[in-house]
């Protein structure tokens, strides 16, 4: 079955960086987008990067352009979003997601908490 694993949040002072990451298994990675979301308090998750599978395309959104990159490592099944220069703003649980099958399959997510 379809698993997402997502881990490297943390509570972080505002204006560091941590490196968000997702472990997937349960259908062939390499073949499929990945994408990053992220939901704060009292708001709707929001899209905040995806990648495509072929070329490495990346769509970011415009709050977090220049301050986070998205990566993907197909041999290990992995996505990374790292994430720099944060801000309060950027407190939130961020999950990765895959469409596949018509489903949107999500993990359980990862709290990053910028706060001095």
């Known amino acids: 079955q379809v698993q997402l694993v997502e881990s490297g949040g943390s509570l972080v002072q505002p204006g560091g960086s941590l490196r968000l990451a997702c472990a997937a298994s349960?259908?062939?990675?390499?073949?499929?987008?990945m994408s990053w979301y992220r939901q704060a308090p009292g708001k709707e998750r929001e899209l905040v990067v995806s990648i495509s599978s072929a070329n490495y395309i990346t769509n970011y959104a415009y709050s977090v352009k220049g301050r986070f990159t998205i990566s993907r490592a197909n041999a290990k099944n992995t996505v990374y979003l790292q994430v720099d220069n944060l801000k309060p703003e950027d407190t939130a649980v961020y999950y990765c997601?895959?469409?596949?099958?018509?489903?949107?399959?999500w993990g359980q997510g990862t709290q990053v908490t910028v706060s001095s």
């Open positions: 997601t895959v469409h596949l099958n018509s489903n949107d399959f």
């Open positions: 349960g259908f062939t990675f390499s073949n499929y987008a």
